[in-house]
């Protein structure tokens, strides 16, 4: 017997995939009258692989097919959406490839992704993807005349209250994305991609600033202390500082805001620019040191040096009094250590908040 998979593992499939083979199986429809109940599509990697479809139809000028995406084991507000396509005749338009957003697809606000503004948001690999697949079905009928693709997501307007798409100026509804066609589990990759492009649109906004921030209490807790700013500034990073600074620095932003809780912090402040909690542990000693020069006594900075974690120094701080040196302090080695690794290009603000989210400290790198 095959041994299993261990949980966590199961890849999936992106809404850009799911969406070409529901095209390709409209497309399919549409030169033979009938809908397929399942499809070979053509993924951007070059892999063939077999989808499910439902829910089709088709006639001699339009043709529907569904794609129900599964996401394996990737935690995705996507997973199980219905990609939709829709394709119709265009007498008029011989061998051309019309794509179209409809219901759940986002619309495209701002400039700096790489797409029309008030088109579809559905990402240039898969919108590719797409006319690869309806083309290799329909060539002989492009002979004569066009098609107009429409992609669709029947609750996607839902599911896109669930990502950074507002962030990002899409509005509506969700991106159609994916650059290989497959979904790693739990994929850093897709994260980070989306941290390379919150700054990048930023920049081409013409903003100077970007506030990264580490999660969801950070963000609204940066939005709240920082009303002035626009939308578009407002980057959550997670755990890839690295990746948002090289991105900052390409891009040529000066003012870099970093809202974070103890924890992530104390990791910057030692060096760290990917900050997982998997990798390298918080220096106690650090925040140890931090307390000592703030005029804590010494079995208080040992107690902090010998526990794990950074959140007992800081309760232990605030019990004493010194939660606001405290925190001034570590953002000061904060913005010393990242000045060492990108000398002379960013001025720097260090916002800190509790687990609840309230503001302990603000920190304004003036030199």
Known sequence: MQARKPKGTRKGFTTGACSAAAARAAAIGLVTGQIPDSVESLLPNGQRVNFAVTDGYCDQTHAHAVVIKDAGDDPDCTDKAQL?????????????IILAGGEG????????????????????????????????????????????????VPGGVEMAKKTLNDRLGIIG?????????????????AF??????????????????????????????????????????????GDFLGPALDTAKQCKIHHIIIGGMVGKLTKIAQGEVITHARRNPVNTQLLADIAAKIGAEKSICDSISQNETARYAGEVMEELGLSTEFYQELSRRVVNTLKKRYPDQFCYSILVCDFEGQKLSHYEDHK
């Open 84 to 96: 939709t396509a829709d394709i119709d005749l265009l007498p008029e338009q011989q061998n051309q």
């Open 105 to 152: 697809v986002g619309t495209i606000t701002m400039r700096g992704l790489g797409l029309e503004v008030n088109g579809p948001a559905i990402n240039p690999v898969p919108r590719k993807n797409i006319k690869e697949n309806v083309r290799e079905i329909a060539e002989k009928l492009l002979l004569r005349q066009g098609l107009k693709v429409t992609i669709s």
């Open 173 to 189: 509804g969700i991106s159609i994305l994916g650059t290989t066609g497959i979904v790693h589990p739990y994929s850093t990759a």
């Open 192 to 237: 980070r991609a989306s941290v390379v492009q919150g700054i990048e649109v930023a920049a081409n906004q013409g903003l100077d600033t970007v506030v990264l921030t580490t999660g969801g209490r950070t963000e609204k807790f940066t939005i709240r202390e920082l009303p002035q700013l626009q939308p578009a500034c407002f980057v959550q990073m």
